[in-house]
T-cell receptor
Framework: GAGVSQSPSNKVTEKGKDVELRCDPISGHTALYWYRQRLGQGLEFLIYFQGNSAPDKSGLPSDRFSAERTGESVSTLTIQRTQQEDSAVYLC???????????FGQGTRLTVV | SQQGEEDPQALSIQEGENATMNCSYKTSINNLQWYRQNSGRGLVHLILIRSNEREKHSGRLRVTLDTSKKSSSLLITASRAADTASYFCATDLLRTSGTYKYIFGTGTRLKVLA
């Protein structure tokens, strides 16, 4: 596609429910990143996929968070049993190779009520 | 803790003035990037500077890198109201597998007053 696409744009969910966030990277980009940004804060690294290598999950804050990526295409970030502290904008980015410019999607704004 | 830290956290200037933001990091890097974020959503890439470069220009943007001090600065000359945004630096972090991931700083919120 023309850019990184994320869906949904906004998601309101009740505490305790599971949510799934989707990211469509730019076609051909081998590297894919997920970040979390709380209101007025910086970007917090969550997880990184690079080609067929094992993902770097070192940023996932708890075992309620998981992410998958099918080959070099779509990625989904799943948050189970959501908590109010999970409310944030979740940003996805992709790059053609690991050490180059990253292109960001517009993010998913998650609100847990 | 974050690899990159921007300074100042917030900056307010008049249109036409120059804006300077700084970024410090902790470990050796291969390159450093600056991004802009409007309205708390997607980030836009501004400039990438490699560790063997000391200065880079792009339009009204000037980036410097001092690897001995582990710091970088972003200068926006002749600022405009449209430059109002948050600016982040991102440094690459070498993984044990030999590939890289990017760690972002906390950002500088720039406000340009018309």
């Amino acid at each position: 596609g023309a850019g990184v696409s994320q869906s949904p744009s906004n998601k309101v969910t009740e505490k305790g429910k599971d949510v799934e966030l989707r990211c469509d990277p730019i076609s051909g980009h081998t590297a894919l990143y997920w970040y979390r940004q709380r209101l007025g804060q910086g970007l917090e690294f969550l997880i990184y996929f690079q080609g067929n290598s094992a993902p770097d999950k070192s940023g996932l804050p708890s075992d309620r968070f998981s992410a998958e990526r099918t080959g070099e295409s779509v990625s989904t970030l799943t948050i189970q049993r959501t908590q109010q502290e999970d409310s944030a904008v979740y940003l996805c980015a992709s790059s053609s190779t690991p050490n180059t410019e990253a292109f960001f999607g517009q993010g998913t704004r998650l609100t847990v009520v | 803790s974050q690899q990159g830290e921007e300074d100042p956290q917030a900056l307010s200037i008049q249109e036409g003035e120059n804006a300077t933001m700084n970024c410090s990091y902790k470990t050796s890097i291969n390159n450093l990037q600056w991004y802009r974020q409007n309205s708390g959503r997607g980030l836009v890439h501004l400039i990438l500077i490699r560790s063997n470069e000391r200065e880079k220009h792009s339009g009204r943007l000037r980036v410097t890198l001092d690897t001995s001090k582990k710091s970088s600065s972003l200068l926006i000359t002749a600022s405009r109201a449209a430059d109002t945004a948050s600016y982040f630096c991102a440094t690459d972090l070498l993984r044990t597998s030999g590939t890289y991931k990017y760690i972002f700083g906390t950002g500088t919120r720039l406000k340009v007053l018309a």
